[in-house]
Every structure is written in structure tokens, then in C-alpha cells.
């Protein structure tokens, strides 16, 4: 066996990830792309790959004297961590991120004075907590959404769903004045309250109401929709609930769902199982998968809800590293709804989360 | 029945592609964009649907009075037509492609003058041909897939295999300097010879060999590379058969296959039958579909070989308006190769295609 297999098979055991030599060598990449080391989150951004995968490589490396961190958490190679990429032929991570659209494809010049206004309207919105695992999207991003349903005909004069909106897409859509009207599904009351008034002060079509995806889709909203958008959980019971209630909402065949997946959070098996799902279970093709189009801002709970026996993951990020691949689905023919019973699933927590639980728990 | 349910119904019966109120919408919508009116080419590409629902539903339009074009084939409204599309609520396209990256998402600034010397010397390129479908994608979108597989780990000291190359990625791959090897298998002698000639001139490691995608992929190629890159023809029996020679070529696990797909020849619901055979029968993810990726420039022969029953068809295309989606897919654990048989299949020829035949006639 090689090296880079015993690593990848000593992450694979305690992550219970699958781990591929690639994906050692992608991390190994990233690892050399910062001339002066490299910090830990920029490396999870770069590798695209779970988050506990990458920790426990690093932990690897470290252990078999590859790399070494310092006290402000920069990860460096040792002269014999030098030696070993060089060996083994692995250069650093290439990166060619458009700068003016940030990799969305969309030029959003055009909507640069709604985005000020937004942000300024928004100041006031509550802050990301852990119970419902929030964290919101940059400003550019929920642009970004809107320009994108906008280009693919499912905004303007649409009635659009979204199911959980700690991101306001809600009122940035409303404040576009496309859609024609906008309902928020939404089990955070602070949410639902912020929403609803700041609707009502800016005069927008968009309601909120308080709703826990695991109950039934409100009669109201089956079949009523031509757009939903949403950033599920990633469990992958979660997101078939979720793809449920969303794909409930809408009205028959011609009409589009958006939401994000990570990378951070789901293996590419994880993705293969998720797909496979999705195109077997309901009617629909996927359009589009926009890498890197969803950007969070970082939230003020991370370092204390994930795990603490790696110091080179205590420290506060200098990006907002936490990324999604934006999908787009369509329902085609033969579409025609999908069951809307209540269902009982865990939203959170599977080996690939973020939030930290011992691995001998999740399942 | 609406009017639009109507014009969908007809434009169905006609093309027997699956047409809904959404697509005439969309339509109507892309006809809207052009203030002196609408190129058909730029309908095509703005609406990405199937060129013959675009040109069916023209078609329709303008028995029913809703558009006219003139010589110089720009089709607008009439003022019926104005009327019904101010009473339906439709809009105009709006389009935000990114100006920078071309919707690529990739800045590809260091590749600037490798694509200057690229042009150069490859202006001697075989032309494209009907016998096999060509068509091949400017500059820009050869680098635009070098800088993705160079981003994504799949090129840097890799082998990659070109499975029919008349865009000569292998020449730009070689020219990058970053592959370690590029195999080209290509049907057509002109490019086999043309490759060769151009690798050994420049001094490249590409090598090119005569092969016809319906025989096995020989020995030597199977479970010997890293990626693959193709342009599959577009029935269901092409691009089986292509993914199945493609994930043929490819080592194991982590490894990844790079292909277009357009919307222009292939409807919503070949896409959803694509993807479920695709996910269905290999053990791989879809981790990218970026619309709008692939740009061709325009070939000589297309208006002689589509339909010529309408003159708004019968223009020169004023922009390259034949686009692709890029997928890239990456195989998973239990990925273990895949079937190397001899298959027959029809290659070019559905309902969907540009290519004329009669409907009646492809099945």
C-alpha cells in the first residue's frame, strides 16, 4: 500500500467517510496553495470536501510529522511533509474564481442599488442561532438567487415558496418587485415576526408563517406554486422531506425548485445517494449545479458547536469558507404532486455534519 | 383550454417533443427580448429549449397571427400579437450572463496568451463535417474546460483521455503543459492525422488513434485513466454508450468524466431519462452542470441540413447561439468499471436532433 492509501484508509476509519487517495491529494493541494501555510478553514474551501475528512487528514499528516501548526493556526509542511508532496507529485490547488460574478455566471450590476437598500432595510435581522442550524448567504448571493430564477422566467409575475428563509430571499425578492406574490414557510418565530413586519413596512407581497417541515404542507399552499426555493439540512432523510414539501407546493409540470448542497457537509457519496433519490422518487431533471454559488457569512456559534480536539480547527476563519453548489430542478412530465403526510426525520445530525456529535451516536 | 394551453398542444402534436404552457411562455418570452424584433438563432439560444419546439411555436404564432418575420428574418409581433402577450402577462427575457467569464464562472486571464498561440496553430483545423456530427467550441470554451479540470485536480500530472476531439482539447491540453498524457480517440481520419501531426510539431504528449465508439474500448485504454473529456451526440443510446466508454477508460474511484449537453436537442424529459440511466446505472455524482458553458462557433453546413419548411429558420445565424450545459461527474466507492462490449446504436437521429428527418421516419 501506499502512503497516501494508509491515510486515506486510517481518515476513512475515524470518519467513517469514504476516502479515496484523490480525495488526499486534493486536501494535500489545497494544503500547498497558501505560500505561507496554510489556514485550515481556507483549505476546507478549497478541497470541497467534507469537513470532518479534512480534519482528520490534517490530524494524519500532522501525527505522521507531514505538516505542523502554530499557535494562530496556520498549517505548515515540515521538510519532511516537503519532501513527500514533492515525491509524490502533488502540486498546489489551482483556482480560477471569476472576480466579478464570484463564480455565479450572473452579472449583478444591474441590481447593485437594490442590494445597498436591502442591506440597509436588513441591518436589524436576527443573528444566526444554533437551533435550527442557520447561518444566511452573503447580500451578492440572494442576488444572485433572484437574478437567476429572474433569467430562468420563474419570478416575474410568479408565485414563489420558500421553505425556512434565515436568508431574507423572501424580501430581496419582494423588494425586486417580480414575483407576484411570496409565501415564507418558517419554524424560527423571530423570523416569521421580522419577516411579516418588515413586509408590511416596505409594502411587499410576502407573507410568513411559522411551519415545521416535518408537518404536512398546508392545504392552501398544495399545488400552488411555481417556484420554491430553500437551503435544506443534509441529512439525507432531510432532504427527501424537504424536496417533498417543496415539490408539493408546485403546481405541475414546467416548474423549478432551487437549493443549495455542500460539499462541506456531504460526500460525494452522500450526493450520489441524494441524486439518485431525487430523479427516482419524483419527476424532475436537474437543470443546473452551480458550485460555489451559495456564500455564507460566518456565524457567530461555529467554533463552539464543532468538535474541540483539534486546535488547528479552533480558530475563528478569515473567509466565509462555508459554500454551497446551487441546484436547479424542473418538474417534467408525469409530474403530478407528491405525498404530504407528516413524517418524523433527523434534520441535523449524520458523520458528516458539521455540528460535532460523537460518531457512535449519529446512527 | 387557454389560448397558450392550445399553441403547447399543438406545438407537441407537431414535434411530438412534450410541450408545456410554460415552454410557449418562455418562448414568447425570448421573442419578447429584441426591441426591433427577434433573430430565430437568438429565440433558440436564449429560450434553451428544443430547436424544434422553438420553431414549431413560430410557427404557430405566426398562423395565428401573433408574429410575422420579414426577409431579412426577424420575426416580431403583431399588434394582435402585442395585445395577447400584454394580456397573458408575459415579459421579456431577462439575461444576466456574467460579461467577464461568459457564465463560465472561471477567470481564464492566465490562460490569455496560451489561447492567442492555441489560435494560431490550430488555424489550419480540419473543418467541421456533417458525416460525423461536428461542430466544434471557440477558444475560450477549450480553456474554459482546461481551467475547470486543472481547478477540480483532474488534469495537473494526470492522464486524460479525449474521447472525439474535433474542438482539439487534446492540443490545448498538451499546450497547457499540465497533463502528464492525453489519448485521443476520434472517428474521423482528417483529425486523427491532424492531431498527430500538430502533437509531434509542438512536441506534445498527446497521441491520437482512429476509433469508432460502437467497438470496445481497447485493452490498453480500459481502467488507464484519470479523466475523460467528450461532446456526446445526443439520443439516449449516444450518450449511454459514451458515458459507458468513458467510465470504461477511468482507474477507479475519485476520477472524473467531462461531457456537454445542450437543451437545443434534448427536452427536459431526456434530461430527466439521461440522468436517471446515468445515476442509475454507474456508481457516479453529478457535481457540476453549468449552463451555457460550451459555445460553438457556427458550422457551414446547418441551414442545408435542417428543415426548410420555414424561412424564419432559413437565416445565417447573427451570433454562436449553439450552446452546452458542462457536466462534470466524479465516480464513487463501488465504482468498479463498467461493461466494454461491441454495441451498435443511432447515434444522431432522434425527434429532438437539428439533423432533418422526418418525424415519422426516426422511430
Known sequence: MTRIAGIAE???KRTRIRTTEKDIENIISCLLKGREGSHFWEVVYLAQKPFNMVAETVGVLKEEGLVENSEDGMIRFTSAGQEFVKNEKIYPKRHYACPHCERRGLDLREFDDL????????????????????GYVTSRTVFGRIALMAERGDLEGKRLLVLGDDDLVSLAAGMSGLPEEVVVLEIDDRLVNYINKKAKELNLPVK?????????LPEEFVGAFDTFTTDPPETIEALELVMKRGLASLKGEG?????????????????????RMLLNKFEVAITDIIEDFNHYVNWDYLLESIRDDYSFVQ??????????????????????????????????????????KPVSLTK
Open 10 to 12: 486510517k481518515v476513512e
Open 115 to 134: 442590494i445597498k437598500r436591502f442591506e440597509n432595510e436588513t441591518e436589524d435581522r436576527p443573528k444566526a442561532i444554533l437551533d435550527y442550524d442557520q
Open 208 to 216: 410568513a408563517f411559522k411551519y415545521d417541515f416535518r408537518e404536512s
Open 255 to 275: 416548474c423549478a425548485g432551487y437549493f443549495g448542497l455542500t460539499k462541506a457537509e456531504s460526500s460525494m457519496k452522500k450526493w450520489n445517494e441524494f441524486q
Open 315 to 356: 480558530v475563528e476563519p478569515r473567509l466565509n469558507w462555508y459554500r454551497s453548489s446551487m441546484y436547479r430542478i424542473e418538474t417534467v412530465s408525469g409530474f403530478a404532486g407528491v405525498d404530504n403526510k407528516p413524517q418524523d426525520c433527523e434534520l441535523y445530525v449524520d458523520n458528516e455534519a458539521l455540528i460535532y
